[in-house]
């Protein structure tokens, strides 16, 4: 297992990420075109960037990029990519909402790979990454234009077929990704909702 960590993360240096979960957005994209040229796309839980970065690279010159996380994040501004706006706060506020919407109005993508700060305690750190995603999930709804693109970040549990079941009657598809950039000892995965129903 420790080759495949060593194996993306220098893989991420090379390539020009900050972080190996780049990986994780790529490898959807390859499979299901989540992101097109030209595409708005709003990236919650966006530090250290490498989502950012990617989507800004896949959506091009004519798209965009809006980035926001409780860290300040930075980078970009390379040729043929979007440029990315980079918002430092909390999603949850709804001042911040009214932020994303200076800069669009609406987006044809949400991705978010929040996760909490961990205690230790799988339940509690399991039902805090629910929350996070069920907040994304909001804010999706909130921001997608119709027909839009959702993907999440959630950590296996009781309760994650019941969130499952929310983004499937939201979108016309939804799926459960298990990326292989992941850890095999991981219990993250990923849904992906898409053509957003409005």
């Given at each position: 297992?420790?080759?495949?960590?060593?194996?993306?993360?220098?893989?991420?240096?090379?390539?020009?990420y900050p972080a190996?979960?780049?990986?994780?957005?790529?490898?959807?994209?390859?499979?299901y075109r989540l992101l097109k040229k030209g595409?708005?796309?709003?990236?919650?839980?966006?530090?250290?960037?490498?989502?950012?970065?990617?989507?800004a690279k896949v959506v091009g010159g004519q798209g965009l990029v809006v980035g926001i996380d409780?860290?300040?994040?930075?980078?970009?501004?390379?040729?043929?990519?979007?440029?990315?706006?980079?918002?430092?706060?909390?999603?949850?506020?709804?001042?911040?909402?009214a932020s994303v919407r200076g800069v669009a109005p609406a987006f044809d993508v949400v991705i978010s790979d929040m996760a909490p700060s961990t205690s230790g305690n799988k339940w509690a750190d399991q039902q805090q990454a629910l929350a996070l995603a069920r907040r994304s999930l909001a804010v999706a709804t909130e921001m997608l234009k119709r027909g839009?693109?959702?993907y999440c970040k959630v950590f296996q549990g009781e309760d994650?077929?019941?969130?499952?079941?929310e983004v499937r009657a939201l979108f016309v598809s939804a799926r459960l990704v298990k990326p292989k950039s992941s850890r095999s000892e991981s219990r993250e995965m990923f849904v992906l909702g898409m053509g957003f129903g409005g």
């Open positions: 297992m420790k080759e495949v960590q060593d194996f993306y993360f220098k893989k991420a240096k090379k390539e020009g190996r979960s780049v990986y994780k957005l790529e490898e959807a994209q390859q499979k595409d708005k796309v709003l990236d919650l839980g966006c530090h250290p960037g490498s989502w950012s970065l990617y989507a409780l860290q300040k994040t930075s980078g970009g501004g390379k040729k043929d990519m979007a440029p990315i706006h980079w918002l430092h706060g909390d999603i949850t506020d709804a001042e911040m909402l839009g693109n959702y994650v077929d019941a969130f499952f079941k």
